[in-house]
Nanobody
Framework: VQLQASGGGLVQPGGSLRLSCAAS????????IGWFRQAPGKEREWVSC????????SYADSMKGRFTISRDNAKNTVYLQMNGLKPEDTAVYYC???????????????????WGQGTLVTVSS
């Protein structure tokens, strides 16, 4: 069971990136997926999540209107589209998964069982 986060990089303020979270060894159909991030010197924080049942989504307040989470079960991948990036979005972004087939997705790290290795997003001019 593995999650592979990718898509990070260096982008200018106001730019966009799309992160991917690809699963191997299991299918994501019945898993809720969360994205978290950890900036240098700060604690890991929740960014967004998407449920497995009906694809319900949730976002941290500072990401609403800028970030969009989506899933493509056929590709076994979840995406995080990030627009209007700000320097304060600079962080390592992690995806995580937990087996839950309902319409709920969690905001706490301990609600997730599997974690990807993280991908670095740097927003700077």
């Amino acid at each position: 069971v593995q999650l592979q986060a990718s898509g990070g990089g260096l982008v200018q303020p106001g730019g966009s990136l799309r992160l991917s979270c690809a699963a191997s060894g299991f299918t994501l159909d019945y898993y809720a997926i969360g994205w978290f991030r950890q900036a240098p010197g700060k604690e890991r924080e929740w960014v967004s999540c998407i449920s497995s049942g009906d694809g319900s989504t949730s976002y941290a307040d500072s990401m609403k209107g800028r970030f969009t989470i989506s899933r493509d079960n056929a590709k076994n991948t979840v995406y995080l589209q990030m627009n209007g990036l700000k320097p304060e979005d600079t962080a390592v972004y992690y995806c995580a998964a937990t087996y839950y087939s309902g319409s709920y997705c969690g905001r706490e790290m301990d609600e997730y069982d599997y974690w990807g290795q993280g991908t670095l997003v740097t927003v700077s001019s």
